[in-house]
């Protein structure tokens, strides 16, 4: 056959098409505003060429003296500051094999571990993580917070919830150990651009090191800052100047121009391994298992405003299989159905948006609950990041 | 870039909505496919096409480098998608490569009804090593030239055009070994047939 005509075959042969609602979905998914990346402003066909050159060398120049000025200050003219005081301390903590920590944090009940609880008490966090010894070993890990337990085993994962009595399984690590991991800690801290963080304090003596730094927080539109990545923080850490391994490690968040300390590592111990007894797991027979259950195909396709439609509908008309189907938790569809809370009337309903690091979308909603009427508002949490990557109920009510 | 698609740009980096809505008719479907060739299942590939045009509003501004709009959106499908593939084997740290399937995706054939000389040839596409059948993909499914394959792939596009030759030649020996099979397969039931 000659190339000629196997180009020809090549480009006649159709690729395969999208379900028809795909377009429709995608153009729900048009943000209000798009960043724009340019002043629209005056037109160019104004300027002439001595004034351009003239304004190109004023910026160029003032460009280049504030760039020095600022380099100077911030010693960013040497290796990048953090990544260098930090290099011996991550190439130690990259040795460890196990770890055990304990935190105070200042979280709560039914939020995961990077929620700020603004106002309430610090909780305590102990983790035990064994990192992978080769490639293709899962490594374990285990957490426990006030109101919960995960436990990684090696093979899958589950997340236990004492007072709820309610556990969810699943095949992967479920959640990533890096968030308790000390080389992962300064990993991260290493790898933040050095324009986005500023070095406040840094000192060697007496056997001690400690670096104390300031981050921006991501833009969270207009929503109230609820997890770490939303604020502006400051990051202690201490190391053993010995050893190079890291020893202490706070984060503060700001808050209406007041520091709160968000996290505080109580101890740590660095280990060869730890005792499997740790990651077995003895629940009570009669757990409850919640979960992300399989829905027919019709379902998949909805996007987050037509799932919180169906959501309301079915807590509403008290159909708790279809409720079940929006939201894994059991105890949560218990108390949805309950008379005082249950919906009555979704009054308004709005787009979905993302915001901070949330990984789902929010859908604002007004409703009205139980016998009273009371009305209303929510940002109606929605993720999508389960087995058939389908939009599930997560919080907000 | 064409007149009509440097106009889209333009409109696309002011902000105006309807140059969204036509970026997303002119080129859903194609983003689309390409994902499903990566090796996507069809809801992940849906998915993954949302990802691809919500991650595209915000970076709307990395577009006067692109090479063209599609070349563009592909970039970012296939960053997406392998992005995802890393998350979802957490353990297999640095790995580039696609997923290593026979047939590349008989979900993909099964979608589609082609004639028995079109199967054959997207049989051989399947056999071919993930690089080159990435390359044929770009290059003659979403007709994108050596440059922008090259663009998306992150190579340059003489690396493009010596995939597509290699591929090429494979193809065509792939082709002619299935007609050479055929043949003898006929020749055989007509020597098993009653004179």
Redesign the interface.
């Given at each position: 056959?000659r190339?000629k005509e196997?180009?020809k075959?090549?480009?006649?042969?159709?690729?395969?098409?999208?379900?028809t609602e795909?377009?429709s979905?995608?153009?729900r998914?048009?943000?209000d505003?798009?960043?724009?990346?340019?002043s629209?402003g005056r037109p160019w066909r104004v300027w002439t060429m001595p004034k351009l050159a003239a304004v190109a060398a004023g910026t160029l120049a003032t460009t280049i003296t504030l760039w020095l000025v600022t380099g100077f200050i911030l010693g960013l003219f040497g290796p990048p500051v953090v990544a260098n005081v930090l290099a011996p301390v991550a190439a130690a903590t990259d040795r460890i094999q196990a770890v055990h920590v304990v935190l105070r944090m200042l979280t709560r009940e039914g939020e995961d571990f990077s929620y700020v609880n603004l106002g309430g008490e610090p909780e305590r966090v102990e983790a035990w993580i064994e990192w992978?010894q080769g490639?293709?070993?899962?490594g374990r890990a285990r957490m426990d917070k006030t109101d919960r337990i995960y436990n990684f085993d090696g093979t899958g994962t589950v997340f236990y919830h004492p007072k709820r009595n309610e556990a969810f399984q699943g095949r992967?690590?479920g959640i990533d150990h890096d968030l308790f991991w000390p080389a992962a800690w300064v990993r991260y801290l290493r790898s933040i651009p050095t324009g986005e963080v500023e070095v406040v304090e840094h000192y060697e003596n007496g056997g001690k090191g400690s670096l104390v730094l300031r981050q921006k927080g991501a833009p969270v539109d207009g929503l109230d800052p609820s997890f770490l990545g939303d604020f502006d923080r400051e990051i202690e850490v201490e190391w053993n100047t010995d050893t190079h391994l890291l020893t202490g490690l706070r984060r503060w968040v700001y808050h209406k121009g007041q520091r709160v300390l968000f996290s505080e590592l109580e101890s740590i111990d660095y280990l060869e391994s730890v005792d499997d007894e740790i990651f077995r797991l003895d629940l009570p027979g009669d757990v409850r298992w919640g979960g992300v259950k399989d829905a027919p195909i019709e379902v998949?396709?909805l996007g987050p405003r037509e799932v919180a439609i169906r959501f309301f509908e079915a807590a509403k008309s008290g159909d708790r299989e279809t409720l079940e189907l929006y939201c894994g938790s059991p105890s949560m569809v218990d108390w949805l159905l309950e008379e005082a809370h249950r919906p009555t009337e979704l009054l308004f309903l709005g787009e979905p948006f993302?915001g901070g690091n949330y990984p789902g979308v929010y859908v604002p909603c007004r409703v009205r609950f139980g016998k009273e009427g009371r009305v209303k508002e929510y940002n109606l949490a929605l993720r999508?990041d389960n087995h058939?990557?389908r939009w599930v109920y997560d919080g907000g009510i | 870039m064409g007149l009509s698609e440097r106009n889209l740009v333009r409109r696309l980096r002011k902000g105006d909505r309807d140059a969204c809505r036509e970026l997303i008719r002119l080129h859903h479907h194609g983003v689309y496919g390409y994902l499903r060739r990566l090796g996507a299942q069809p809801s992940r590939a849906e998915d993954l096409t949302q990802e691809t045009y919500a991650k595209a509003w915000r970076r709307i501004e990395t577009l006067r480098d692109a090479a063209s709009l599609r070349s563009w959106l592909l970039t970012i499908a296939r960053n997406e998608f392998f992005q995802r593939l890393r998350v979802q084997r957490p353990d297999a740290e640095g790995c580039e490569d696609l997923p290593e399937i026979e047939d590349p995706d008989p979900g993909v054939e099964s979608e589609m009804i082609d004639s028995e000389r079109d199967r054959e040839l997207r049989r051989a596409v399947g056999r071919l090593e993930p690089a080159l059948q990435e390359a044929v993909a770009l290059h003659y499914f979403q007709d994108l030239s050596y440059r922008e394959t090259g663009s998306v792939l992150g190579i340059p596009a003489g690396t493009v055009k010596s995939r597509i030759h290699r591929a090429l030649g494979e193809l065509r020996a792939l082709l002619e070994q299935t007609e050479a099979d055929h043949e003898r397969q006929r020749a055989e039931e007509a020597a098993a047939r009653p004179s």
């Open positions: 056959m190339d196997l180009k075959r090549l480009r006649a042969l159709r690729e395969p098409a999208p379900s795909l377009g979905r995608l153009e998914g048009i943000p505003t798009l960043r724009q990346p340019e629209t992978p490639p293709g070993e899962p992967g690590r998949l396709a993302r999508n058939q990557r | -």
